[in-house]
């Protein structure tokens, strides 16, 4: 099915105007099982592009859940190959396993299982493969603690010797700080484990992270930081000279609550250019902002403000050249009628093109949408509510 979206320019736009020429969503059909939903995409160093997603029979905590994915070629999706399953699962909305493609063929993924009865009580588990996914390592626990706490929130990159993985870690639950922490650690090849070390030792509770890596090997962790007086604004950190960097912040938004919003930030790199994209309701205005750094993350330039006024946020990004990026969110048009908007823009702030990519959902069971590269376009994968709940995946072109 392919939906074109001609654009008209008027002297007052529209609220689901696009500009900039003529924009194509071209919707792939994927194949799922039962109830379907909390999608990953990555893609590898040859352009590729493999998607992750979990399946249940049921919504009950109690109901097997499985790990699938499939690879994206010649616009069709593969038959979904399991990963793992369990009914032991932790599987929720904001915290969502993946499927991280190295190239090569060389894979990690990882997902949730529980640690206790406690609602919050579960821990990470991950696998590899180097043969493009025919066979995984026996799953193994990412983080020393397994207290029966928080552990979840992962982010994954790829770098020489294998992967570097952060994590948000509930310890500090466990020990009576009742503090959130960032921890990271490497993960070789053959999927043995390096020294786990915090990135940050007090974070927000439930956003979801993001990493990038920059040309010269550097890594880079973004991530909502907690402030002792309840400051929730994105802060970065870098890795590099196997050391992670003292956090600072992207911009001092000054977003000030006393809960977690749940809205994490999305990140990606391009030769020495790096864009953070990120939510923030500070001073009670809702706003998603896009920032550019020109010197490899070291320091980030004024945010634009690409919103169309009514935010939910859950952003995804990908940068398209040095000094173009692909920007993706959710706008809320009504209770909890949305639009899963693109946008892409210059470093300068223009905007090339806008498009609402699909009517969704502001509810938390639309999920997180996801972006990746791919050639010249766009792949975008979001949840679509219902029961039960599916899947969408779509190609957008300019």
Not at 124 to 151: C, F, I, K, M
Not at 156 to 182: C, F, H, K, Q, R
Not at 346 to 367: E, I, P
Not at 377 to 396: D, H, K
């Amino acid at each position: 099915m392919r939906i074109l979206l001609a654009v008209f320019i008027f002297a007052v736009a529209s609220f689901w105007s696009s500009f900039g020429g003529m924009v194509e969503v071209d919707l792939i059909p994927l194949q799922t099982q039962g109830i379907a939903g909390e999608p990953h995409l990555s893609g590898d160093p040859d352009g590729r592009v493999f998607m992750s997603w979990v399946e249940r029979s049921k919504t009950d905590s109690e109901t097997e859940a499985a790990l699938r994915w499939s690879e994206l070629v010649d616009g069709t999706w593969t038959p979904a190959q399991t990963i793992a399953k369990g009914a032991d699962w932790f599987v929720n909305w904001a915290d969502v396993p993946s499927v991280t493609a190295a190239g090569s063929g060389r894979m990690m993924a990882h997902w949730l299982q529980r640690l206790g009865e406690n609602r919050y009580a579960y821990g990470v588990r991950y696998a590899v493969s180097n043969d493009e996914g025919a066979s995984w390592s026996t799953p193994a626990w990412l983080h020393q603690d397994l207290s029966p706490t928080e552990h979840g929130f992962v982010s994954l990159v790829p770098v020489p010797t294998g992967y570097i993985a952060t994590w948000l870690d509930g310890n500090g639950y466990a020990s009576g700080t009742n503090e959130m922490a960032m921890h990271a650690r490497s993960i070789a090849w053959d999927g043995s484990l390096g020294e786990e070390s915090a990135v940050d030792t007090r974070t927000c509770d439930c956003c979801p992270t993001t990493m990038t890596s920059l040309e010269d090997g550097t890594v880079m962790a973004f991530y909502r930081d907690r402030s002792e007086g309840e400051v929730r604004d994105i802060y970065a950190s870098r890795f590099e000279n196997k050391t992670w960097s003292e956090p600072v912040p992207v911009h001092n938004d000054g977003w000030m609550l006393q809960a977690c919003p749940v809205n994490g930030p999305a990140a990606h790199s391009s030769d020495e250019t790096v864009a953070v994209a990120w939510f923030t309701a500070a001073g009670g205005s809702p706003a998603v902002h896009v920032a550019f750094s020109g010197d490899q993350g070291l320091t980030f330039e004024a945010p634009i403000q690409i919103d169309s006024g009514r935010p939910t946020g859950r952003v995804a990004l990908r940068m398209l050249s040095d000094s173009e990026v692909a920007v993706m969110w959710i706008e809320s048009a009504g209770s909890e009628e949305a639009g899963l908007m693109l946008k892409i823009i210059n470093r300068a702030g223009k905007t090339l093109h806008t498009v609402k990519v699909a009517d969704t959902s502001s509810a938390r069971s639309s999920g997180y949408p996801r972006l990746e590269k791919f050639g010249d376009s766009l792949i975008a994968a979001w949840t679509v509510p219902g029961e039960p709940s599916t899947l969408q995946t779509a190609q957008v072109s300019w």
